[in-house]
């Protein structure tokens, strides 16, 4: 059995095009994360507040908001089969985004626990569906040139960054009843640009393993188990994150320059991505985000009310987010080929933001009750320093391999 493999993307061919400048289908890529993320941007900072705003209590919320990865759990494996029996993953994405849309609309007259808990099971079911395969679509066009699927990804990042400034500012001017409708209206995008994508080709010539032969390799396990961890460390600041900053004093407004912090210098590592690969490579880039994931989380448990480390703090999303995801899918990518790699997408969303974002959300809810957001994100830190631990312990292995 041959030793696991993740090749450098630095070695892959250089872009004819001008730097940073899209054309045909990777358009049709960056407009789909522009919208998918453009509702993250909106949900993931806002949908928390819109619930405690109904009357739902901190632990409720958090099972509610968790329900975005409990799903992710299994929801991508159903998706990715289906894909892949079906030949269409195109098909498969388009079908979703309209169910995860026409799925949303109880939320208008929805207001108890068990109806609000129904309805947005059913959207993040539908909603969990699509990303996995866009990223295999994406890395399929990009074939050996996927360090410079940043430069694609970025387009998310910035439909995120300007709804979630857009929204904050916008709720602090107007009744968060409204914020419902303007989540439907990003839905409608995203399933209307899901007719954009153009399905993916299969190199039918390349070589790989079976799938189950590269699940028995332990460095596949140890790369999907940090990435878990990375996952659970960000579990407590999706969900909670913006609740934390209002209880101390916060606006909205405020929180979302916060969220919004983070993306710009998210953006920016995107667009340099092909270059920091080049020079280091995106194992060493993939390790480097947990140790800084360690420090971002206690300066967030501790220094909540000091905005100056609050804001840098926000910059290492940067690392935490950006590069950790670049360089994650770019592993995964490189170790599922051929034929197993929507499975491989599939089965890192499963794992990290599946698994890891749920017990992340829940553990963080559950620390939250009894210890606040110091104990939340105390958690998130000791996270990040495992994953980080992880990592070091089998980076022998990759290294002789990358």
């Not at 670049?326 to 933001?353: C, D, I, N």
Request: glycine content about 10%; some cysteine; charged content about 10%.
């Amino acid at each position: 059995m041959r030793r696991c493999r993740h090749p450098d993307p630095s070695h892959s061919r250089p872009h004819r095009r001008r730097a940073g400048r899209l054309t045909g289908p990777a358009r049709r890529f960056a407009a789909y994360y522009f919208f998918y993320f453009a509702f993250v941007g909106v949900f993931s900072p806002y949908w928390s507040l819109y619930l405690k705003h109904l009357g739902f209590g901190a632990f409720d919320i958090a099972v509610l908001m968790s329900l975005l990865q409990v799903t992710r759990v299994f929801a991508p494996a159903l998706w990715g089969w289906l894909a892949d029996h079906l030949g269409r993953q195109a098909v498969v994405v388009r079908a979703a985004a309209l169910a995860g849309m026409l799925v949303f609309l109880p939320v208008f007259w929805v207001r108890d626990f068990a109806g609000m808990f129904a309805t947005m099971l059913l959207i993040a079911f539908f909603w969990s569906a699509s990303l996995p395969l866009v990223e295999a679509m994406t890395l399929g066009h990009l074939d050996r040139n996927t360090a410079h699927y940043g430069r694609i990804r970025l387009w998310g990042s910035v439909g995120f960054v300007l709804t979630v400034l857009g929204c904050g500012w916008w709720l602090d001017h107007a009744s968060i009843d409204a914020l419902p409708w303007l989540v439907l209206a990003l839905l409608a995008g995203i399933a209307a640009f899901a007719w954009r994508l153009p399905d993916a080709s299969r190199d039918t010539q390349i070589h790989a393993d079976s799938l189950r032969d590269v699940l028995r390799q332990p460095a596949v396990w140890a790369l999907l188990g940090a990435c878990a961890l990375m996952s659970v460390a960000h579990g407590p600041y999706y969900t909670l994150f913006s609740v934390y900053l209002a209880e101390h004093g916060y606006s909205k407004g405020a929180i979302g320059s916060l969220w919004a912090v983070g993306v710009v210098f998210e953006i920016g590592i995107f667009m340099v991505m092909p270059h920091l690969v080049a020079r280091w490579g995106f194992l060493r880039i993939l390790q480097a985000t947990f140790w800084l994931g360690t420090l971002r989380f206690a300066v967030i448990a501790l220094m909540v009310d000091s905005l100056i480390p609050l804001l840098l703090a926000q910059t290492l999303h940067a690392a935490t987010f950006a590069a950790f995801h670049a360089s994650a899918v770019a592993a995964v990518h490189q170790t599922f080929r051929g034929p197993h790699q929507a499975k491989g997408q599939a089965l890192y969303t499963s794992l990290s933001f599946g698994v890891g974002g749920t017990v992340g959300g829940l553990l963080g809810g559950s620390l939250y009750e009894v210890a606040g957001g110091t104990g939340a994100f105390l958690m998130s830190a000791v996270a990040t320093a495992l994953g980080g631990l992880i990592l070091a312990l089998s980076s022998g292995t990759r290294d002789r391999s990358a």
